[in-house]
């Protein structure tokens, strides 16, 4: 099956630093979603972006599907934007339905 | 517009016992996935419903179970609960089959003892 690979694992920042997250998966997607996970467990949808690039405030995206990598920057960062982020892409033709990374581990610190 | 639901929120079972699994999704989404988060096997797939149908199915053993029901609403059953059971269980919808976006639910927490 599809393999998704995230990096960094961990990342600590200062508050109004900028950074950048990154997914590679190892074969041609037709759905590819990055999440932040709340402290309560809940994913919170960020974009969805098999191919191209999206802006949302701070936070943007960008799929570059021919090269099979995605990258999340967010700038100037907050301390609410602690949390986990999840890149999960959806293969076509795939037996499941989303595969998820394992994910990016951000602290922001005041 | 409502998020997807699930229900209950918490639950603690005790192992060899039953547990079934609430999940409503937005109004108009036909797809319903099944997802198992743990802390050492990260999130997993375990199947997805569209149409009342099973189309897809993650490599879980046959104690999980689900079902669709015709307004789409999901069920998803585990029986004989093992201690290894013990996990974030989430439910996702989406308006189809096959690369749409994927909307969570806040999960169910389920512990067994």
């Known amino acids: 099956g599809i393999q998704v690979e995230q990096s960094p694992p961990d990342l600590i920042l200062q508050e109004g630093a900028n950074s950048t997250l990154r997914c590679n998966f190892s074969d041609s997607v037709n759905n590819l979603q990055w999440f932040h996970q709340n402290p309560w467990g809940q994913l919170i949808n960020l974009f969805y972006i098999p191919s191209g690039t999206k802006q949302n405030g701070r936070l943007s995206a960008t799929t570059v599907a021919t090269e099979r990598y995605s990258l999340l920057y967010i700038s100037s960062s907050q301390t609410t934007d602690s949390g986990v982020y999840f890149c999960a892409v959806e293969a076509p033709g795939g037996s499941e339905k989303l595969v998820f990374g394992k994910g990016t581990k951000l602290t922001v610190n005041p | 517009k409502a998020g997807v639901t699930q229900t209950p929120r918490y639950l603690i079972k005790t192992r060899g016992q039953q547990v079934t699994l609430s999940c409503s999704p937005i109004?108009?989404?036909?797809?319903v996935s099944w997802y198992q988060q743990t802390p050492g096997q990260g999130l997993q797939f375990l199947f997805e419903?569209?149409?009342?149908?099973?189309?897809n199915k993650g490599n879980f053993p046959g104690r999980f179970s689900g079902r669709q029901f015709s307004n789409s609403r999901s069920e998803m059953n585990v029986s004989t609960l093992e201690l290894g059971d013990s996990a974030l269980y989430l439910c996702a919808s989406s308006l189809g089959f096959g690369g749409y976006e994927q909307y969570f639910g806040p999960g169910t927490r389920l512990t067994v003892t």
């Open positions: 419903y569209f149409s009342e149908t099973q189309r």
């Open positions: 109004s108009g989404h036909r797809s």
